[in-house]
C-alpha cells in the first residue's frame, strides 16, 4: 500500500510542478515577445529583460528540483517494492522463505542438476503439537524459529523454506553424494536434539528428516519432493527421530506399503513374528506379575522392523485383524511360562471397529482356555463415545466378558480428560513424551502429577512408560504413579517356552458362541 501512497502523492507533486513549469514558460515567451518588441533602452525592455532572466532561472531552478525529486522517489518506491517481495517471499514467523518461491527455487536448481547434484532435506517436527499443547502457541513459535536458525547454522549456505505448519525444507546446491547429504542432515538432527531455553524451559526439540538426492532420486520437482517425503514417512512410522536417505525400494508410496504387507503375510506363514514381553512393575520396582507384549518381527534380510512401523501398514488392510489374532493366541499360550498374572495387549482402533471383533477376541481365549481376568487390552486412540458405536459395544462386551481396558500413550494427544469419564478403565499409561524430560519440564512434572491424582480417585492405576533412568523413577514415584514401564527395569524380551506353540485355528469365532 505504501508503494501506491508514494506513486500518488509523488504524481500530484509533479503535476502541481508541470503547471508551474507550464504558467513560466508562458510567462517566459510574453516576456521575451514583449522585450523584442520594446524600444532598446526603454524601461519596459529593462523590465521584461529582467522578468525573462529571473524566469529561465526559475524555470532551470524547477528542472533540477523535479529531476532530483523524481530521483529519490524511484529509489524510494524500488526499496518499498523490495520490501514487499521480500514480505511475500519470506516466512514472518522464522525468517524461512516462503513454500512457493522456495519450490520454484527448487525446480530451477533441479533443472540444472544434470551439471551439479542437489539435494534436498525435508524435515518435520515431531513434538510441535505437544510444545503447543503443553506450552501455548507462543513457545511453539519459538521453536519453529530456534528450527531454522539450527538449519541455518549448519548449512549456511544452503536456502531454507517453511513448507507449512511444522514441515520445513533444506535445499543443498552442488553437494557430492547422498552420504554427504544424510551427514548434513544427521549434523542438523544432532543440534536440534540439544536442549533449548524457550521461555525459561529447556526443551528438547525433536524431527524427522527424508533426504533425497537429484538427479538419482528424482529429475523433476514432483518426484524429488515426492522420494524425500516417502523415506520421511518410513522414518516416523519407525519411531521418529531420525535421519532417513530415500531408497529406491521404497519407491512408490502404495508399492512400499503394498511390499510390507506381502512381507507381513509371508512371516505370518513362515512364522517368522514373534511376541516379546515387557514388564510393568509396580511403584517400588517389584515384579508384580504384569506384561505388555509386544509384536516383533526380524525379517530374514531386513533384520528387525518396528512395529511402529509395519503397524500403521497392516492398519490400512485386515492384515491387522490377523495380527492381533496371532499375538492373542501367543500370549495365551505363553501365560504359563511367563508365570504373569496378566498381560496386556495392544488393539488398534481399526481392529475395534469391525462389528466381529471381540467374538472373535473371546473366542481366542476360548480357544486357548485362557481367563478373561488375565487379560488386559490398551487402546490408543480416542474410541466414539455413543452407545450404539460398534467400538464401544465391542469395548463394552470385551468388558463384560471380565476383560480389563487400559488407555496407552495418555496425553499424546489422541486421548482426553473427557474419556476417563465415560468408560470404567483399568489403568492409563502415561505417553513416554512427558517422562523423557520429567526432570527437566516442570509442566510435564505436574500433569504426571495431576493424572496421577485422578487415577487415585477412580481407583486405577497409573503407569509411566518409557522410564530409563533412577531421576525419572525417583521423580515418578514422587508424582504418585502406581506403576512403572521401562527400559530401567527390563526391556520386551522373548519368553522361554516350555513346550511347542501351537497353531491358531482359521476361524475362531465359528468355535464359541458368545
Ligand atoms: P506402545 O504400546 O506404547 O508400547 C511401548 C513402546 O515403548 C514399545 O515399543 C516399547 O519397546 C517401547 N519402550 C518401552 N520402554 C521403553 C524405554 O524405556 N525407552 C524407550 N525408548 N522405549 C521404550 P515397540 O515395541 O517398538 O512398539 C511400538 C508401538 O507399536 C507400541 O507402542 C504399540 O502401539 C504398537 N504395537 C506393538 N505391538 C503391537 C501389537 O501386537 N498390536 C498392535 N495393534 N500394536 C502393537
Ligand atoms: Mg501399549
Ligand atoms: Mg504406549
Known amino acids: 500500500m505504501l508503494a501506491e501512497r508514494d506513486i500518488t502523492s509523488s504524481f500530484l507533486h509533479y503535476r502541481r510542478l508541470l503547471g508551474v513549469a507550464g504558467i513560466g514558460v508562458v510567462a517566459a515567451i510574453g516576456s521575451a515577445l514583449v522585450r523584442d518588441h520594446a524600444p532598446a533602452g526603454s524601461a519596459l525592455h529593462a523590465i521584461s529583460g529582467g522578468l525573462l532572466l529571473t524566469l529561465l532561472i526559475g524555470l532551470l531552478a524547477i528542472v533540477g528540483a523535479t529531476y532530483f525529486w523524481f530521483r529519490s522517489s524511484l529509489r524510494h518506491l524500488t526499496k518499498t517494492q523490495q520490501e514487499r517481495m521480500r514480505e511475500v517471499h519470506t516466512d514472518a514467523l522464522t525468517g524461512a522463505m516462503a513454500r512457493a518461491p522456495f519450490l520454484n527455487r527448487m525446480k530451477m536448481a533441479i533443472a540444472e542438476s544434470s551439471k551439479c547434484a542437489v539435494g534436498y532435506i525435508h524435515i518435520d517436527m515431531d513434538n510441535l503439537k505437544v510444545i503447543n499443547d503443553n506450552y501455548g502457541h507462543k513457545a511453539g513459535d519459538v521453536a519453529l524459529a530456534h528450527m531454522v536458525r539450527v538449519l541455518r547454522a549448519i548449512a549456511p549456505e544452503a536456502l531454507i523454506g517453511r513448507l507449512g505448519g511444522d514441515e520445513f525444507a533444506v535445499l543443498v546446491l552442488d553437494i557430492d553424494s547422498k552420504e554427504a547429504l544424510e551427514a548434513l542432515a544427521q549434523k542438523m538432527l544432532a543440534q536440534l536434539n540439544e536442549p533449548v531455553d524457550i521461555h525459561g524451559l529447556y526443551l528438547q526439540l525433536s524431527a524427522t528428516l527424508g533426504c533425497a538426492l537429484a538427479p538419482i532420486d528424482g ?225 510435564g512434572m505436574a500433569l504426571v502429577a495431576a493424572i496421577s491424582n485422578i487415577g487415585r480417585a477412580l481407583d486405577i492405576r497409573v503407569v509411566a512408560e518409557g522410564v530409563e533412568t533412577e531421576e525419572q523413577f525417583r521423580l515418578l514415584q514422587a508424582a504418585g504413579c502406581t506403576h512403572i514401564q521401562g527400559y530401567l527395569f527390563g526391556k520386551p524380551c522373548p519368553v522361554v517356552r516350555s513346550s511347542k506353540v501351537h497353531v491358531l485355528d482359521e476361524e475362531p469365532a465359528l468355535k464359541v458362541a458368545i
Open 219 to 443: 529429475d523433476c520437482l514432483e518426484n524429488l519432493l515426492a522420494n524425500a517425503d516417502l523415506a520421511l514417512y518410513v522414518g516416523k512410522g519407525s519411531g521418529r527421530g531420525k535421519v532417513v536417505g530415500f531408497d529406491k525400494e521404497m519407491s512408490a508410496d502404495e508399492s512400499y506399503r503394498r511390499f510390507i504387507q506381502r512381507e507381513l503375510r509371508g512371516a505370518l506363514i513362515l512364522n517368522q513374528l514373534d511376541v516379546h514381553y515387557q514388564p510393568i512393575v509396580d511403584i517400588h520396582g517389584r515384579d508384580v506379575g504384569y506384561y505388555e507384549a509386544l509384536l516383533r518381527w526380524q525379517h530374514p534380510y531386513r533384520g528387525f522392523i518396528s512395529p511402529a512401523h509395519f503397524i500403521p501398514i497392516a492398519e490400512r488392510s485386515t492384515l491387522i485383524d490377523s495380527l492381533g489374532d496371532w499375538v492373542l493366541a501367543r500370549v495365551c499360550q505363553d501365560l504359563a511360562d511367563l508365570k504373569a498374572k496378566s498381560v496386556s495387549v495392544n488393539v488398534s482402533l481399526v481392529q475395534l471397529r469391525r462389528p466381529e471383533f471381540s467374538a472373535r477376541f473371546l473366542a481366542i481365549l476360548a480357544q486357548f482356555g485362557t481367563s478373561t481376568a488375565s487379560i488386559v487390552v490398551e487402546v490408543t486412540e480416542t474410541v466414539r463415545m455413543t452407545s450404539d458405536a460398534v467400538e464401544m459395544r465391542n469395548l463394552d462386551a470385551l468388558m463384560a466378558a471380565g476383560i480389563r481396558i487400559s488407555i496407552d500413550d495418555f496425553g499424546s494427544g489422541a486421548t482426553s480428560l473427557d474419556y476417563l469419564r465415560r468408560l470404567r478403565f483399568d489403568a492409563i499409561k502415561i505417553d513416554r513424551s512427558y517422562i523423557t524430560n520429567i526432570a527437566r519440564d516442570p509442566v
